[in-house]
């Protein structure tokens, strides 16, 4: 059974820093593809940032491409997002999420899911 836990979400001033981290089991395939969704009130869900488990491909949404890097650790099975220079534009309820397939399936709709950090940016 599959199992993604999240943490590492808090309050931080503009300009600051976060690292989320995403305790990944049962599902440990170098074809999976896992990564980070966000979603702010009111508005649509936003595929962040992914990565293949053998960590050889990563995708960026272009709103924070420059700013996050994601990464893994095989050998502790968590992935992780560094956030630097946070804008309050950031704020939302971030969401690890995977998937067995391709990061296109996984943009569409992973099929595995954590319950959420919340990340708050003030200006």
């Known amino acids: 059974q599959v199992a993604l836990m999240e943490s590492g979400g808090g309050s931080v001033q503009a300009g600051e820093s976060l690292r989320l981290s995403c305790t990944v089991s049962?599902?440990?395939?170098?074809?999976?593809?896992m990564g980070w969704f966000r979603q702010a009130p009111g508005k649509e869900s936003e595929g962040v940032s992914s990565?293949?488990?053998?960590?050889?491909?990563?995708f960026y949404s272009d709103s924070v491409k420059g700013r996050f890097t994601i990464s893994q650790d095989t050998s502790k099975n968590t992935l992780y997002l560094q956030m630097n220079n946070l804008r309050p534009e950031d704020t939302a309820l971030y969401y690890c999420?995977?998937?067995?397939?391709?990061?296109?399936?996984?943009?569409?709709?992973?099929?595995?899911w954590g319950q959420g950090t919340q990340v708050t940016v003030s200006s």
């Open positions: 990565i293949n488990w053998s960590g050889l491909t990563t």
């Open positions: 999420a995977a998937d067995r397939r391709d990061r296109v399936a996984w943009l569409l709709q992973p099929e595995y």
């Open positions: 049962g599902l440990t395939s170098d074809d999976a593809t």
